[in-house]
Every structure is written in structure tokens, then in C-alpha cells.
């Protein structure tokens, strides 16, 4: 409980003082992105999307079938020992076995590409579908590998979650229906983690300050103790429009938030803490909504001349954003990823935002040819790098609002720590995810633990930290969606610890 | 100093406006914390005097762990029912929740009660009243925003960044290369542009012209100050007349002078050299005939050749053949058959631009695929031996200059003959 009188002598609620107001300095960044879902300029389409599920077999299974053969060695049921088989077509009938696979999870409800050739539609539209899982029990779960299918039943099933495209092992015996009685089911578990400061070094912090003492007794003037940690703010959703302005206002104390003009001296010192801001998707809103279906004779009529057709396309959301992000770039640098609704490729993994969306923004964009990651950082989704010596792993939410479709929960912050648990960021595509034929390599196995994995565009926040077999630790932290729920997220760079900041008019 | 509270008493208590710490800042060139100071300090001011004069919202920053707020008013949280549930939603770990709330004045206390504590509050705006919609505090902002965007003004930034970095935007400077080619273009359009009235021109004056340009028997000479005429005075079509014959005088003594210069011009100037004497001079009625009587065969044969080049571009190639066909032949299309060169030599290698058609695929509106043609230049160089040159420093700017003319002329006189 605070009260009137407890906050009237604050120091902004008195007289323009004469002291020259002390200028802040920010926080550097230490960022250092990595471009493992870069997609080179030459590819191509034309391939199948089988391969993806190939590589990602290949790549996780070896480590499932060790935590398997760990778990499982030696183990007699009903006077049988559990045998490991290598493929799924060499289950037999009767035997007690494990073997791991791809999990296939069939829904009357999920989009299917065969449905739609049928039906001789070659352009599909997104789905719309709001869930794939029905709870009439015609979904069914199947084990496969690039021998055969083998449909999983088993009471087991339901406490685990099980997606398309995760890798499993599972144990059991096949019963007379053809059908595998799972009777447990193992995972690959966290990958390895890097350690802190692997990719770049911690620089300024001893190295500049201990020089000119001086400038570090000015900055200590306005906190509390020594050395305040960096922090790094999460948005998403931001969801600049050009007809719904109802969170205008909220989006202007955000940027005033950021840039530290709000509040007090005090608090400001602390806001000069936060050394960089990750938007994690939708910095756009779709309008979709507000244009319903209008007849396409009628629009083709109208002549464009030059440019674009305005009738179709208003240009004044990214104009909104890029002043947003000029506003702010030059007191702090920005990581931008794209979301479901930006001018980025839809299917995953998304590229970046073009600089040309941005007149204003670019002039902080990388310069070509260089190494040096841009001011203004717009990247891949899903995107990893190294921040602050810590490797962050985020996406702007199709992944797991995809993965949302297939589980009857609403268990956001633990379908991110089965992706964790499973190694991979999206394990439904290419099935119900749009993505990339990937041939050459699966971007979506995490090779390496992240120790922060953040997924923007969320209806409501979240955080938790996992811990793995080795003494991983992993934050996960579910951002939500600005545009709903006006929250920015704000983390500690040495302790990894999570605040939550709403702002409310 | 007392500078605020005029500007102040003149936009809320005059104007009715909404002033925002931010807006006060810009306008009046203080920080924004000595702004809040102000706005603080005017509110309290006038409201001493007269309570409720103006109004005031507040900025309220400060933690509010674990209160869930009580439904109040119409106050828009939706939040409120998700709010409890939050903290311990599927295992969260416990965190540090803030709030950053525009509280209007008459519920300052009361919001006030929700926060654990407050650890930054201050007067966001003053207005004439109480606010029944936040678009006005966005209008406000939006005004900041613009003045922001100002190209000299210094935003009074709180925290700057030591380590910002910014592209320098260099306009690419406009090559040599690019440009050279450019002029040439206008040129030459001005040229065709100004066709029409020169050829009326040269019809007009026929009868004098031919024993001039009889007297100077090099027809290249005589071309050059037509086309020149025709670039640079496009506009005047009285001057190019006056002047024509003078001009022409002028530039055949010229000619005559530089006897060897048209060697120098090569396959640029052989259109010229061979049109020229039907176009320009005497004979000109008899071509014209015959161009009227030979069209129809003319065409037939230019069709089919215009048929067989579909598939290769050729075009690149024409500049020897207008040589070997007569000018009739490039009567039906001028443009496409005599291929212009703007050629400069140097060191030995000619360079130049050349007049070419390409082909380019084009969607209609239709979705049809449409071959179309289109006049372009190209560049090109060539490892030619140097034409001998007598007078090598003399006539290399006088040969550009009338190379130039020679191909405009010649166009256009074989425009005009076509007609």
C-alpha cells in the first residue's frame, strides 16, 4: 500500500530545480547473432519436404536411443527382456522391444496436403483451423521412420505430449491389431550447453571502467549499489495499425519508457540499464480482419498507377513502425525478429524484415559487406545468437501456436520445454509449419542448449527455467503479445531473472 | 524562468490544449525532468489559487507483486480477471511485476493504494480538464514526435548511447559512365522531336539548299548543322529556319576544311555519307516516289527479315548492313534499322553507345506473356585500329561534334523520305 503523502515529496513533484540534469549513459550490448536460420539466395523449391524429417532423425536419434538403452537396458517384464530394434518394420508381434522414431500424429482435423491435391487445390491458404486435436479419439499416433509406420496405443500416451515430427523412443510389444503397446517412452533430453561468454567476450566491463575511475563514480552517483546488472527488454506484438488505435497511447509511453523519459532520475539511472530490446514478432498488425473478403473483379479494376494500390495497401502501419524504431534506435539497439503478420515470408524459417521497409530505421541497419551485426538488427525466425555471453534462442510464435493445435491444453510454457526436451524448435513443420524443404540441413534440431528460449506473440506471459540431465539450466520465457496485454518483459543479464512491466492508461 | 508558466497559461488555460512534460520540453528547450518539475509546479500554482482550475494526469512507476486489482470503474483493465491466476500459471517462477499507469488526478489516491511501492511519480500532463479520451495525450505525442523529426534539432535524449552507430548515407556519386551516356540520349530525342519541323524546313528551302550542298559535295558536312540545329534549338523552329542557310554555308566550308575527318567517322557515319546526298539534296522528290512505290515490297521483305531476327538479336550486329542497303531500306523503320553509335575514340578503341532493339517479356493485365520490343542503347568498345587521323588535335572534338549531328540527321531525314 503506498499512499498520497508517502509519495509527495518525491523529486518530481517540487519546484524546477536549477541543477543541471546529469546526462545518462546506456549500456553497451554484447551481441553477437548467429545466422543458423539464414536461407542462402539460391535455393530452391523443388524438392520434397520428406528429407526434413530424415535429417532430423538422423541427427536426434542417436542421442534418444542412448538415454533409451540407459533407461531401458536389462529391463524384464512378464519374464521378457526389452530388446532394442533398429528399424520400426522389425517390431514383431509379441516381442517386448523399444525402438525410436518420428512421431505422426493423425487428425481428421489437421490440414492435409493429399485432401487438398484431391480436391485440385495447388495454392493453399493458411490454416485457419484454431485446433487440430479432437477428443472423439480418432486421433491416432504413429511411430515412423523412413522404414514403415507403426500406430502407438497405449494409456501412456496421454501423459505425454506428442507432436508431429518429435523423435521418441518408445518400448512395448506388438499387439494383435498390428497396433504398439507403448509401454514407456523416452525423449533426447536438453542437448549440451555452451557456456557463458563461449562465442564473444565480456568487454567493456573491466576493461573501460577501470581506466577513468572517474566517469564510474558519475554513473554510480544515481543507483543504489555497485554495478547494476545490463537487462534486456522482450516485446512482441506491437502491432502498429493503421485503423485500431487503441494501445496508440500505450505505444507511446512504451517508447517513452525505453528512451527513459518517463519517471524519475532514480529510475531512469535504472532504465539506462537495459542495453538492448528484442521484438519477438508482429511488430504489424494484420488487417485481415478489418477487410473482409471483398470482391477480387472489383479490385482488379482499380488502376494502379504508380506504386502500390492504396485501395489494398496502407502504408501507414510500417510508416508507425519505423518511426517507432528511429525513435528509439538512437539510444538503444534493436534485435527484430519478424512475426506471422510482418512483410516476411510466411513459411518458417522466416527471413529477415527488408531494411527497405524502414526509410527512416536503415540508416542503422548493417552496412553490406560488413561484419558487424546492425544497430538495427533485423533477423531470422527462428533466431539464435549470443547476448551478453548468453545463447538465446527465440521465435515470433508460429511454432509453437502451431504445436498449441495439436494438444487439448492450453500449456504454452510446457510444449517450449518439450521443444527443449525433444531438440527441436519446430517439430511440426514441415507438416502443419510451413517451412523451408530443408535438404542439407535441419536448422530446427538445436545442436546446442540455449540458456534463454523466448517465443513472442503470446496470448499471456510466462516464465520458468528448466534444468537438464547435465546441469543445464534454460529460462524459457513466453513474451506476450503487446497489442494485448501491454506487458514488456524485462530480464536481468547475470541472473537471468524475469520482471515484468505493465504499463496501463 | 517564469517563461514556462506563460507558455503554459497560454496553451491550457487559452488554447485548451493538452501539454504533455514531453511537448513542454521541445517547445521550451529544457529537460524533461525540469519539464515535470514545471508541470508540476504551474498545476499546484493555479490550483492554489482557484482549485480545479486545471487538471492533471499523473505518471505513477512502481512495483505491484502479487496485488491483483479490484474492478474499478470503467477504468478499460482487462486484466483483471487473468491477473491472480498469472503468478502461479503452470509453475511460473515467481517474478518481479511493474507498472507504468496514467492516473488521472481525482484517482491518484486511490490507484495509488495498489502498489507495493512507487518508486518514480510525476505529472505526465496538464489540461484544461478531465480527460475523457487518451487520443488526446496521443495527439500531444504525436506533435512531439513531428517536431522530432525536425532535421536540426537535437532530441534531448535522457540516456544516449556512446556507442551508437549510424550508416553514413553517401549519394553514390553519379559515375562518369552512367552519365556520359544520359546527355546522349537527350540528344538524340530532342532530334526526333524537332524532325517534323526541320524536314519542313529542308522541303521549304529546297530549292536554294541544293546548289549550296552541290557546292559542298561532302554530304556529311552538310547534315551536322541540321541535327545540330535540331538538339539544341528544338524549341525555336523560326530560328532553325533563319539560320539554316547561313548555318549550312558555315559548316560546308567547314566540311571542305577537314576533307579526311569523314574517313575517321566509320560505319557511325556511313549512313550519313550514303543518305545524304538523296535526302538532303537534289534528288529528293525521286526517292520519295520510290520509297512510295517500293513500301509495299519494302515492308514484305522487312517483315520477314524482322520474323527471322525474332530469335536472335542481330541488332547488335546491323552496323555494318546499313551500308550495304540502300537508305529506302531503313525508310519503313528508321529507328530500328539504322543503328545509331555514339562512338568516341580513344587510345585507339572505339567506345560508344549503340542504338539496339531488345527483346523484354512483359505480364498484361491479362496475365498473357507479351514479347515486346523496345529501342535501347548498349555499350560497346572495339579494338579498332585508329582511323588515321591528320590532324589528330584539331579534329578530334570537331569529328565528335559532327558525329554526333551526322546520326540525328540522318535519322531524321530518312523519317521524313519514309513520310
Redo the contacts between chains.
Keep these: 500500500m503506498v499512499t498520497l503523502e508517502d509519495v509527495l515529496d518525491s523529486g518530481m513533484l517540487k519546484k524546477p530545480s536549477e541543477d543541471e540534469p546529469e546526462v545518462l549513459e546506456r549500456s553497451d550490448s554484447d551481441y553477437h547473432p548467429l545466422h543458423t536460420f539464414t536461407l542462402g539466395k539460391d535455393l530452391q523449391y523443388r524438392q520434397q519436404f520428406a528429407d526434413i524429417y530424415f535429417l532430423r532423425l538422423t541427427k536426434i536419434k542417436p542421442a534418444v536411443e542412448e538415454i533409451a538403452s540407459i533407461a531401458w537396458e536389462g529391463t524384464v517384464i512378464g519374464g521378457e527382456t526389452a530388446k532394442r530394434v533398429e528399424r520400426v518394420l522389425d517390431v514383431r508381434q509379441g516381442e517386448l522391444c523399444w525402438v525410436a522414431g518420428t512421431v505422426y500424429v493423425d487428425m481428421p482435423l489437421k490440414p492435409n496436403i493429399l485432401e487438398d491435391v484431391s480436391k485440385d487445390r495447388w495454392i493453399s491458404a493458411p490454416s485457419t483451423a484454431q485446433h487440430y486435436f479432437s477428443d472423439d479419439g480418432r486421433d491416432a499416433v504413429m511411430l515412423e521412420d523412413d522404414s514403415g509406420r507403426i500406430r502407438l496405443v497405449g494409456s501412456v500416451l496421454k501423459s505425454h505430449i506428442l507432436v508431429t515430427g518429435c523423435i521418441i523412443a518408445a518400448m512395448g510389444t506388438e499387439n494383435i491389431n498390428g497396433e504398439f503397446d507403448v509401454i514407456d517412452i523416452q525423449i533426447a533430453d536438453l542437448p549440451p550447453q555452451p557456456g557463458r561468454w563461449e562465442l564473444s567476450k565480456p568487454s567493456q566491463n573491466d576493461t573501460k571502467k577501470e581506466p577513468k575511475p572517474k566517469s564510474e563514480d558519475v554513473e554510480m552517483s544515481g543507483s543504489p549499489s555497485a554495478a547494476p546488472s545490463k537487462k534486456i527488454a522482450f516485446v512482441s506484438g506491437l502491432e502498429f495499425s493503421g485503423t485500431d488505435t487503441s494501445h496508440a497511447m500505450d505505444l507511446n509511453l512504451l517508447l517513452e519508457f525505453l528512451l527513459g523519459d518517463v519517471v524519475d532520475p532514480a529510475t531512469q539511472a535504472e532504465l539506462s540499464q537495459i542495453s538492448r530490446l528484442i521484438i519477438a514478432g508482429n511488430s504489424i498488425a494484420s488487417e485481415a480482419k478489418e477487410h473482409p473478403a471483398e470482391d477480387p473483379a472489383e479490385r482488379k479494376s482499380a488502376h494502379k498507377k504508380y506504386g502500390y494500390d492504396s485501395s489494398s495497401y496502407n502504408p501507414l502501419p510500417s510508416q508507425l513502425l519505423d518511426k517507432f524504431l528511429s525513435e528509439l534506435l538512437p539510444s538503444m539497439p534493436i534485435t527484430l525478429l519478424p512475426g506471422a503478420h510482418d512483410p516476411a515470408n510466411a513459411s518458417y524459417p522466416q527471413q529477415p524484415i527488408h531494411a527497405a521497409m524502414f526509410p527512416k530505421a536503415r540508416a542503422y541497419t548493417v552496412l553490406p559487406g560488413s561484419t558487424e551485426p546492425g544497430w538495427l538488427d533485423t533477423v531470422t525466425n527462428p533466431w539464435e545468437g549470443e547476448v551478453e555471453g548468453w545463447r538465446f534462442l527465440g521465435t515470433g510464435g508460429q511454432n509453437l501456436d502451431d504445436m498449441c493445435k495439436y494438444v487439448p491444453d492450453n500449456n504454452r510454457l510446457g510444449l517450449m520445454e518439450a521443444m527443449c526436451r525433444w531438440r527441436c524448435s519446430a517439430p511440426t513443420a514441415p507438416d502443419t509449419l510451413w517451412a523451408y524443404p530443408f535438404q542439407d540441413d535441419e536448422p530446427f534440431v538445436m545442436k546446442k542448449c540455449p540458456h534463454l528460449y523466448f517465443v513472442g506473440c503470446q496470448p499471456e506471459f510466462g516464465t520458468r527455467v528448466i534444468q537438464g540431465p547435465d546441469g543445464q539450466m534454460v529460462r524459457l520465457i513466453a513474451v506476450p503479445s503487446f497489442a494485448a496485454t501491454r506487458e514488456i518483459i524485462l530480464v536481468d543479464t547475470e541472473t537471468l531473472d524475469v520482471s515484468r512491466v505493465k504499463i496501463a492508461t | 524562468?517564469d517563461k514556462?508558466k506563460k507558455f503554459l497559461a497560454e496553451s491550457v488555460i487559452s488554447e485548451d490544449k493538452v501539454v504533455t512534460?514531453?511537448l513542454l520540453s521541445r517547445t521550451l528547450g529544457v529537460?524533461?525532468?525540469?519539464a515535470?518539475?514545471?508541470l508540476?509546479?504551474f498545476h499546484k500554482s493555479q490550483n492554489d489559487r482557484r482549485p480545479g482550475a486545471i487538471h492533471a494526469t499523473y505518471?505513477?512507476?512502481?512495483s505491484?507483486d502479487g496485488i491483483s486489482r479490484s474492478s474499478y470503474g470503467s477504468d478499460g483493465?482487462i486484466?483483471m480477471a487473468?491477473s491472480p491466476p498469472?503468478v502461479d500459471?503452470?509453475?511460473?517462477?515467481t517474478?518481479?511485476?511493474?507498472?507504468?499507469?496514467?492516473i488521472p488526478e481525482e484517482r491518484?489516491?486511490y490507484e495509488?493504494?495498489f502498489?507495493?511501492?512507487?518508486?518514480?511519480?510525476?505529472?505526465?500532463s496538464i489540461e484544461p480538464g478531465p480527460m475523457k479520451d487518451?487520443?488526446l495525450?496521443?495527439d500531444a505525442?504525436e506533435e512531439v514526435?513531428k517536431m522530432?523529426e525536425g532535421e536540426d534539432f537535437v532530441?534531448p535524449?535522457?540516456?544516449?548511447?556512446?556507442?551508437?552507430?549510424?550508416?553514413e548515407?553517401t549519394r553514390p556519386a553519379s559515375k562518369p559512365v552512367s552519365g556520359a551516356p544520359k546527355p546522349v540520349k537527350q540528344e538524340v530525342k530532342p532530334a526526333f522531336s524537332a524532325t517534323k519541323p526541320a524536314v519542313v524546313a529542308s522541303k521549304a528551302k529546297e530549292a536554294p539548299k541544293p546548289i549550296q550542298e552541290k557546292a559542298s559535295t561532302s554530304a556529311a558536312s552538310k547534315k551536322p548543322p541540321a541535327l545540330k540545329r535540331g538538339a539544341s534549338s528544338n524549341s525555336g523552329i523560326m530560328q532553325a529556319f533563319s539560320k539554316a542557310s547561313t548555318k549550312v554555308k558555315k559548316d560546308a566550308s567547314a566540311g571542305n576544311s577537314r576533307a579526311a575527318t569523314p574517313s575517321g567517322d566509320d560505319s557511325g557515319m556511313h549512313p550519313m555519307s550514303d543518305d545524304g546526298e538523296d535526302d538532303a539534296a537534289v534528288p529528293h522528290p525521286k526517292p520519295r516516289e520510290a520509297t512510295g512505290r517500293k513500301s509495299k515490297k519494302e515492308r514484305e521483305e522487312e517483315l520477314r527479315r524482322m520474323m527471322e531476327e525474332d530469335d536472335e538479336e542481330e541488332e547488335q550486329e546491323k552496323a555494318p548492313t546499313p551500308e550495304e542497303e540502300p537508305v529506302e531500306e531503313a525508310v519503313p523503320e528508321p529507328e530500328e534499322e539504322e543503328p545509331e553509335e555514339v562512338v568516341t575514340i580513344s587510345n585507339g578503341r572505339r567506345r560508344g553507345k549503340r542504338r539496339i532493339m531488345r527483346k523484354k517479356q512483359v505480364m498484361d493485365e491479362d496475365g498473357y506473356l507479351v514479347t515486346i520490343q523496345e529501342p535501347g542503347w548498349e555499350s560497346f568498345s572495339e579494338d579498332e585500329a585508329p582511323p588515321p587521323k591528320p590532324k589528330p588535335a584539331t579534329s578530334a572534338p570537331a569529328a565528335k561534334g559532327k558525329k554526333a549531328a551526322p546520326k540525328g540527321q540522318g535519322s531524321i531525314m530518312s523519317f521524313f523520305s519514309k513520310k
Design positions: 524562468m514556462y512534460y514531453r529537460h524533461v525532468n525540469t515535470k518539475q514545471m508540476y509546479d505518471l505513477v512507476y512502481g505491484k483493465d486484466e487473468s498469472d500459471y503452470l509453475h511460473n517462477d517474478f518481479h511485476s511493474f507498472e507504468l499507469t496514467l491518484l489516491k495509488l493504494g502498489y507495493d511501492e512507487v518508486a518514480s511519480i510525476h505529472v505526465y487518451m487520443a495525450l496521443v505525442a514526435l522530432d532530441k535524449n535522457v540516456i544516449v548511447n556512446p556507442k551508437l552507430r549510424r550508416k548515407r
